[in-house]
């Protein structure tokens, strides 16, 4: 019976729209937490001091649904094929399409539904990136897929190209008993082509040294100047470390259309983005993950595109 209901529920996952799914047991991550610890204590993640926030509710998804059972972790696969080509001013591929955040939110909604509709007494909290939630180490533990030494998750299927998604549900369900091996193996080509050498290790990243932090995330009026020789093009994010992933050789388009470049944009051209006024900007990147970063984020970024260093 518990096997049948988890079947079925993995089953509705793909029905809302998912390309993959798996279940963990909703427990605290023991091995997960010392790890985060040492890379906070590192001080990697930068000046994003939301991380260190309440570190305990990352760690254990019961202090943010104390009714949890059982972790349902999705995967939608967001690859579309296009290309940068060499212009500068590039957007990571994430964020080429509508924002994320609001289509996996939708499809969760709607997936929730249908598994209330199966299970009437169902109930559950929906985690999309904004929660404490630490999505890459639910998905390994959901068996969605195995952590890179780029730190993203791969997936056999269809390489790192995938957001994730939870629901924590108050349900119990018979977990995926088996994790995918790492098949990593003796590879190096992200930790051999970060311009900026932000994989320290395998596995860590230092978000200081982080191209797509330092135009996204970071706040302040000047890049780091290691970062701001290295950009190599890119306006917002940076995607160098998927590019080479030889996983990522398994990638396939995408079935949901709003991942699709908005106005067929891979890049915007840095004067595009310096002459943008606070109102053309709302309006160009209303309900994008662009605006994750400011208007003067932006342009600080493109400036750095098109001279040396940012106009004085």
């Known amino acids: 019976m518990l096997k049948e209901l988890s079947e079925k529920i993995k089953a509705l996952a793909t029905e809302a729209g998912f390309d993959k799914a798996g279940i963990a047991r909703a427990e605290p991550l023991a091995a997960e937490s010392p790890r985060l610890?040492?890379?906070l204590l590192r001080g990697y993640h930068g000046e994003m001091?939301?991380?260190e926030r309440e570190p305990e509710k990352r760690t254990d998804p019961r202090l943010i649904f104390p009714e949890a059972r059982s972790v349902l972790v999705v995967a939608l696969n967001y690859f579309t094929p296009h290309e940068h080509g060499d212009a500068a001013g590039k957007i990571s591929r994430y964020a080429w399409g509508d924002d994320y955040h609001?289509?996996?939110r939708e499809k969760l909604r709607h997936l929730l539904e249908l598994i209330k509709g199966e299970v009437p007494e169902a109930d559950g909290k929906i985690c999309v990136d904004t929660a404490p939630v630490m999505d890459k180490a639910w998905a390994v533990r959901a068996g969605i897929g195995w952590q890179g030494k780029h730190t993203n998750v791969?997936?056999?299927e269809f390489g790192s190209w995938f957001f994730i998604g939870e629901i924590l549900l108050n349900l119990d369900l018979e977990p995926d008993g088996s994790l995918v091996p790492d098949h990593c193996g003796t590879c190096t080509a992200c930790l051999d082509a970060c311009p900026t050498g932000a994989i320290t290790e395998p596995y860590v990243v230092d978000s200081n040294k982080c191209i797509s932090y330092a135009t996204i995330e970071l706040?302040?009026?000047?890049?780091?100047?290691d970062v701001a020789d290295s950009l190599e093009g890119w306006l917002y994010g940076c995607d160098i470390c998927q590019d080479v992933c030889p996983w990522n050789r398994f990638e396939k388009p995408t079935a949901e259309p709003r991942f699709e470049p908005r106005k067929g944009e891979t890049s915007i051209a840095p004067e595009v983005v310096i002459s943008l006024t606070p109102e053309s900007y709302a309006e160009r990147f209303r309900r994008s993950a662009i605006k994750r970063a400011k208007l003067p984020m932006l342009k600080r970024n493109a400036k750095y595109l098109k001279t040396t260093r940012p106009e004085e």
Not at 219 to 225: A, F, H, I, N, W
Request: glycine share 6%.
């Open 219 to 225: 706040r302040t009026e000047q890049l780091p100047v």
């Open 102 to 104: 609001d289509v996996v």
């Open 49 to 51: 001091g939301w991380i």
């Open 37 to 39: 610890a040492e890379w």
């Open 154 to 156: 791969i997936t056999p």
